[in-house]
């Protein structure tokens, strides 16, 4: 007999929202605290977010970015992996970009270069990368996408069963 997972995906549940909050803090420390404040760019539409906050009026923020950017991929995945796939994303993306809010608000103008890394290119390159990852990751375990891109890898999955 199979063991059953404790994520559901095909439905909601408490548990995949607890882990979509902890997935969305813990990108927005690897994207917002150790890549952002050094000017190195994530990937996909939270890379493009970072970019445009930086060249655009300040009342234009990355998390407005975020949320604006990643909607139309999201009405996609709506259309291809159902309401709880769509659900969990844009849920996931909120904690995200509220977390990054709060980061680029009240952290952030406080220091200069990364709280964790200070200007070390390297260790924010590197570890901004890791712990953003691990924040994706743990979105799509937990049955979401956190970023447009994120949503076409689980759509590729799916379509032509190639690993994530």
Same mark, same amino acid.
């Given at each position: 007999?199979?063991?059953?997972?404790?994520? #559901?995906?095909?439905?909601?549940?408490?548990?995949?929202?607890? /882990?979509?909050?902890?997935?969305?803090?813990?990108?927005?420390? +690897?994207?917002?605290?150790?890549?952002?404040?050094?000017?190195?760019?994530?990937?996909?539409?939270? /890379?493009?977010?970072?970019?445009?906050? #930086?060249?655009?009026?300040?009342? $234009?923020? =990355?998390?407005?970015?975020? %949320?604006?950017?990643?909607?139309?991929?999201?009405?996609? +995945?709506?259309?291809? #992996? +159902?309401? %709880?796939?769509? %659900?969990?994303?844009?849920? &996931? =993306?909120?904690?995200?970009?509220?977390?990054?809010?709060?980061?680029? &608000?009240?952290?952030?103008?406080?220091?200069?270069?990364?709280?964790? &890394?200070?200007?070390?290119?390297? $260790?924010? &390159?590197?570890?901004?990368?890791? =712990?953003? +990852?691990?924040?994706?990751?743990?979105?799509?375990?937990?049955?979401?996408?956190?970023?447009?891109?994120?949503?076409?890898?689980?759509?590729?999955?799916?379509?032509?069963? $190639?690993?994530?």
């Amino acid at each position: 007999m199979a063991k059953k997972s404790l994520i #559901q995906k095909d439905k909601f549940s408490v548990v995949n929202f607890i /882990g979509l909050i902890i997935a969305g803090i813990v990108n927005a420390v +690897g994207a917002i605290l150790l890549l952002f404040p050094v000017s190195i760019y994530d990937s996909g539409m939270s /890379g493009l977010s970072m970019l445009l906050d #930086q060249v655009t009026p300040n009342f $234009l923020t =990355v998390s407005m970015f975020l %949320v604006v950017l990643d909607f139309p991929v999201f009405l996609y +995945g709506l259309k291809k #992996q +159902g309401a %709880v796939f769509t %659900v969990y994303s844009l849920f &996931a =993306v909120a904690i995200y970009s509220i977390t990054a809010f709060v980061f680029t &608000a009240f952290i952030l103008p406080n220091v200069n270069g990364s709280p964790i &890394a200070g200007t070390e290119l390297i $260790l924010c &390159a590197v570890f901004g990368g890791i =712990v953003s +990852g691990i924040g994706s990751g743990l979105t799509i375990k937990f049955g979401g996408a956190m970023d447009g891109l994120d949503v076409l890898a689980v759509l590729f999955h799916k379509k032509l069963n $190639l690993s994530i």
